[in-house]
């Protein structure tokens, strides 16, 4: 009898308990509805107090993809759905429209926001977390300058020399980890565009630091001595303080009148920027150039190593122009690498694919209305990118590796944005085509190759498992 009175009163304790925080639910709800003029939050769930769901994502993404998290999630509540993640509320978006307009908005409506680990070491005067007049002003120098033609052939005139030295060490008997090459390669080229600092010690020490200063992006937000944090920001003061000299020598010597890289840019910008602005963004810059680029080049390996008939139509391509090059003794300009048209589509499709950047944060400075949803002041976007990238809405088998698909597809649909969007596009988007372009021409012309198996990781980054081993052999050329 004792028993069936101990479980009466657990089950009417629980009954009144659900009763109780369903009723505080609906109340808050219909709070946030009335609030909102019809428009609504939309469906989702906000996890856990305080955590929400970010250990759900974070270890779901860690184990099986950032995918599984997201399509879950949007295939229960619908292509926009809320969330609380990284320690805000957050709207996940993985509609094409949505993300077109969160990008498009400029700072009256989002701003962007990181992880508190990522907006430290960047620091507040960087352009990824500058806004309004400061931001439009460096963004369209940077872009402006990231778009020259006379940058475009300095660049691929060093890209060669550096892909050939690199390729002049390669050995038939051990395998080649493109991964590496291309991120040696990359930061060297950066580094060079930035600063116009050549390879060398200072380059070399430079790189270390930049390697301490990377780790700690994905960390506890605690700077204390011992931590990755304090770590990293001790890495990024000793890479400010090699930039800062380089700064002051050129200012002292009146160099950067006729810029030639991103410091003398800003050094001859009018609105006279302090050399912490310069130094800071210059080091944020190196970023892509170490991590992204590379990533790119090993995808397209990977993916054009799993595609024969795509590998063989890329290789013809560009063997066809090496021997209109070389009978005519011309060496390649960066339009000739920019306009090869089947290794361009290789290059778009492994951007859809890989996605690289899977997304970007923004947060809202007032309450915001979209396609009927409610987003409201302080609350955080993620658009998505991944999910658009390969929806089959979007893009038929979008699981294919199929470069011919970008035939007759437009590549400046809101259904492709691995570059972003909007006042945040990114500006050195045609370096990344270029550079990959460039190394997947000296790789197809001078080499046969097998590639190794590996995998991609997508969390949390992009990048391959094993770093993409590949076995060559050199071609001998008639
Ligand atoms: C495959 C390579 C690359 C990819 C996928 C990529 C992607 C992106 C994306 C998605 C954004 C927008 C971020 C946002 O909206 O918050 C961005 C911004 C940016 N990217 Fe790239 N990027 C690449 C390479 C590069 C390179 C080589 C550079 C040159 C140094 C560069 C410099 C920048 C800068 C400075 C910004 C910030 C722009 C701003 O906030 O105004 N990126 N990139």
Redesign the pocket.
Known sequence: MDNVWVVFVTALILFLSIVVLTFFQKLFRLKSFKSRDNHQLPLGSMGWPFIGETADYVSSAYTVGPDAFINKRRSMYGKVFKSHMFGSPTIVSTDAEVNRFV?QSDATVFV?CYPKSVSELMGELS????NGRL?RK??CL??GF?KSHRLKSQITTEMQSFVQQSMANWNEDRPVFIQDVAKSI?FQL?VK??ISLDPGDEMDLLRKHYQEFISGFISLPVNLPGTMLHHSLQAKKKMRKIVQKIIQEKRDRGLYKDPKD?VDLLLKDASGHCDKLIAD?VI??????E???P??VALAIKYLSESPLALQQLTEENMKLKRLKDQNGEPLSWKDYMSLPFTQKVITET?RM????M????KATKDVEVKGISIPKGWCVF?Y?RSVHLDDTNYDHPHQFNPWRWQNKDMSSTTF?????????????D???L??SIFLHHLVTRFRWSAEEDTIVNFPTVRMKRRMPIWVKKVKLD
Do not use: K, Q, W, Y
């Open positions: 990008l962007p352009i990824l977390c500058i931001h460096i963004h940077v872009a990231f990359a950066l565009t930035l991103v963004n944020d810059m190196m970023i892509p150039g991590e992204s680029v990533v790119l951007l890989g996605n690289i950047i997304g970007v944060f923004r658009t990118f944005t691995p570059f972003g969007g909007g006042l945040r596009l990114c500006p050195g988007l370096l990344p085509r550079e990959a």
